[in-house]
């Protein structure tokens, strides 16, 4: 089991100051180490000074000149860490669009406190299970020419590593490890995100298509990640029988 402490970092970005004291207060209060940005600048400032574990995005600023979006891209550049994203919005377009620039998770103001917590340490546990796998012998999964390390939390097509992001690859490994069956999106989610999860199919079409473009050779015909309409998806290759 993976525990989390003071050494674990999170940076909020916001301009909302009763928010960010709000939300400091309970990150700190549980023994996370929280810093603050108050715009892009000051994010750009400290992400290059700094690696954080989790940045916790809040996506509606007070200032015009300030995109929430702009900054939630620029971090997935910047950094493979989660970006939970926190916004007065609930429409489905912008949330697929913080999805498909890098965010992890998409939580709607107002929320509860809980919630909130509860979605911290998931994204702290696939972010932290990430940091510290270590690499054993003979335990590889090789499905045509994909090869997924498992320990190591990296795969290869034809001996080329593909760059993917901590979520990204729970969702390949957990599909790659029941080749061939079907896995529901409920069950994708519940066992990537948590337990509360189990709704939010727009996250696994977003994901999916991310993973389709980095894996497949022809994404619009993908060999590996097979879509079960209405039910889940499948993990297969032409290998596989």
């Known amino acids: 089991m993976i525990t989390m402490n003071h050494s674990t970092t999170i940076l909020l970005i916001g301009d909302e100051p009763n928010i960010l004291k709000t939300l400091r207060h309970n990150l700190a209060g549980r023994g996370y180490e929280v810093s603050l940005a108050l715009d892009d600048i000051e994010t750009y400032q400290m992400t290059q000074k700094s690696h954080f574990d989790l ?10 000149n300030v995109d929430g979006l702009s900054i939630c891209g620029n971090l997935r550049e910047l950094s493979q860490s989660p970006i939970i994203v926190l916004s007065s919005v609930g429409s489905d377009d ?13 939580l709607i103001m107002p929320f509860s406190m809980e919630e909130f917590l509860a979605r911290v ?8 299970a990430y940091k510290t796998g270590h690499v054993t012998q003979n335990n590889l999964i ?11 939390r990296q795969i290869s097509i034809n001996g080329e590593n593909i760059r993917l992001t901590p979520t990204e690859y729970d969702i390949v490994l957990y599909l790659a490890n029941r080749i061939g069956k079907v896995v529901t999106h409920r069950e994708l989610l519940r066992a990537v995100w948590g337990a509360q999860y189990g709704d939010e199919r727009e ?3 977003v994901f999916i298509s991310q993973i389709r473009k980095k894996i497949e050779f022809d994404p619009l015909k993908p060999r590996y990640v097979i879509t079960e309409p209405g039910v889940g998806y499948r993990f297969m290759s032409d290998s596989y029988s």
């Open 55 to 64: 940045y916790v995005l809040i996506l509606d600023f007070n200032s015009s």
């Open 142 to 152: 090789l499905v045509g020419s994909l090869l997924i390390d498992k320990d190591a």
């Open 121 to 128: 340490r998931s994204a702290l546990r696939r972010w932290l």
């Open 203 to 205: 996250y696994l079409r």
């Open 94 to 106: 912008v949330k697929i669009k913080a999805l498909d620039l890098g965010a992890d998770d998409y």
